[in-house]
C-alpha cells in the first residue's frame, strides 16, 4: 500500500520527508512511503517532516493469509499403486490428513511423502502455520484397480493410414466404465467417427472409414473400463 501525508497550513515548506515503521518485523515502509507486509500483526507507521517533525502515527494492520492445499491428481479411478502429492502455498505448512473420510486435524496422519494409493479412500487433509490461517479441507474421492493396458495397437507414435482398426489390452476382461461413450479416435485436435466394443480383454475402436496417414491418437478418459473382476468402481 502506498502512504501519502499532508501538511498544514497549507503554506508550510517541506524540505524533506522520511518514512519509519515502529516494528519492521510486521511492516516495513521505503523512503516513497510504500508499505510491504512482513508478517501478521500489528504496528504503526509515521514521517519525519523537514527531519525534525514527526507525524501521528497510522496504525497498520497485517492480516494473516490463508493457505491453500493442492493435490497432484483429481478424483478418479487410478491403477493400483499411483501416488498422490499433497502440496501447500508455504512449503513450511505442516499438512494433516486422513484416508476414511473423517475430518482432519493436528493429531491426524502427517504428511510426510506420498501417499501411495492400494485401496480406495477418501482423502481429506489440511494445511497449518503459525503465521497463516489454516486452508480449508481439502477432499479426493479416490477408486483403484488393478486393470492395467499391456498392449497397444497399432504401437504408440506409429504413423497409419487406409483401413485401420485400434486397440487396447488390459492384464484381465474388461467391462464398459461411467465414461465408455468417451472413448475416441483424433489427429491433429479432429475426432474420427468410428465405433467402440470390447470383447474379453481388449478395446477396439473401427473407424467409419479409411483413414488418411497421419498420426493418430486413442484417449481412453478415467472411468471408461473396469476390471471384470472387480465389479462396477
Known amino acids: 500500500k502506498q502512504l501519502s501525508f499532508s501538511v498544514t497550513p497549507d503554506n508550510a515548506v517541506v524540505r524533506s520527508i522520511s518514512w519509519a515503521s515502529n ?48 493435490a497432484n491428481i483429481d478424483d478418479g479411478l487410478y491403477e493400483k499403486g499411483t501416488v498422490v502429492r499433497l502440496t501447500a502455498s508455504n512449503h513450511q505448512a505442516v499438512v494433516y ?6 475430518t482432519p486435524s493436528k493429531n491426524s496422519l502427517c504428511y ?8 480406495d479412500v ?3 487433509a489440511v494445511a ?24 497397444t495397437y497399432p504401437n504408440t507414435e506409429t ?16 467391462n464398459k466404465g461411467d465414461n465408455y461413450n468417451n472413448v475416441s479416435l483424433s489427429c491433429c485436435g479432429q475426432k ?20 488418411e496417414g497421419g498420426t493418430y ?9 473396469i476390471g471384470a473382476s472387480e465389479g462396477e468402481e
Open 23 to 70: 516494528d519492521e518485523n510486521i511492516v516495513t515502509v521505503s523512503e516513497s512511503g510504500l508499505l510491504r507486509a512482513k508478517k501478521h500483526g500489528n504496528t504503526s507507521v509515521y514521517c519525519v517532516i523537514n527531519g525534525s517533525l514527526k507525524s501521528n502515527d497510522g496504525i497498520v494492520t497485517v492480516s494473516k493469509p490463508t493457505l491453500t492445499l493442492f
Open 97 to 102: 490428513y486422513t484416508i476414511d473420510g473423517s
Open 112 to 119: 510426510s511423502e506420498p501417499i501411495c494409493l492400494d485401496k
Open 122 to 124: 477418501i482423502l481429506k
Open 128 to 151: 497449518y502455520h503459525d503465521d497463516y490461517n489454516s486452508s480449508s479441507i481439502l477432499t479426493k474421492t479416490y477408486k483403484v484397480t488393478s486393470l492395467k493396458a499391456i498392449s
Open 159 to 174: 504413423e497409419v493410414g487406409g483401413y485401420t482398426s485400434f486397440s487396447v489390452t488390459y492384464n484381465q476382461n474388461i
Open 192 to 211: 474420427i467417427q468410428g465405433q467402440t466394443f470390447i470383447s474379453e480383454n481388449t478395446l477396439y475402436f473401427v473407424p467409419d472409414k479409411d483413414l
Open 217 to 225: 491418437t486413442l484417449s481412453v478418459p478415467q472411468n471408461s473400463l
